[in-house]
Nanobody, 124 residues
Framework: QVQLVESGGGLVQAGGSLRLSCAASGRTFSRSAMGWFRQAPGKEREFVVAINWSGSSTYYTDSVKGRFTISRDNAKNTLYLQMNSLKPEDTAVYFC?????????????????WGQGTQVTVSS
């Protein structure tokens, strides 16, 4: 199994940027599809973006396309989320998640490992 620890969240003004990192421990990171989810107050956790085991394939939810970029470094066991042109509606706790499959996984139930989350707050 993979243990996940997110970092990089914070407070930023609208239009600004943040880079989230997710450090993974365990032997299976390089064989696992990974994803980022977010949860705003009073709302359900929602899918943001996914990446396959090698990084060759990604999938973004429509609201972040062109603004967010997911990447991974399997040699460093680290997942990244570069967030540009941030909007107040991006405010949420962001979670790194690991899947039990190698191919892209967009559904929440396909993920069996979760980080503790990192808060992202975008002020207007």
């Amino acid at each position: 199994q993979v243990q996940l620890v997110e970092s990089g969240g914070g407070l930023v003004q609208a239009g600004g940027s943040l880079r989230l990192s997710c450090a993974a421990s365990g032997r299976t990171f390089s064989r696992s599809a990974m994803g980022w989810f977010r949860q705003a107050p009073g709302k359900e956790r929602e899918f943001v973006v996914a990446i396959n085991w090698s990084g060759s394939s990604t999938y973004y939810t429509d609201s972040v396309k062109g603004r967010f970029t997911i990447s991974r470094d399997n040699a460093k066991n680290t997942l990244y989320l570069q967030m540009n042109s941030l909007k107040p509606e991006d405010t949420a706790v962001y979670f790194c998640a690991g899947s039990n499959q190698m191919t892209l996984a967009t559904a929440l139930f396909l993920y069996n490992q979760w980080g503790q989350g990192t808060q992202v707050t975008v002020s207007s």
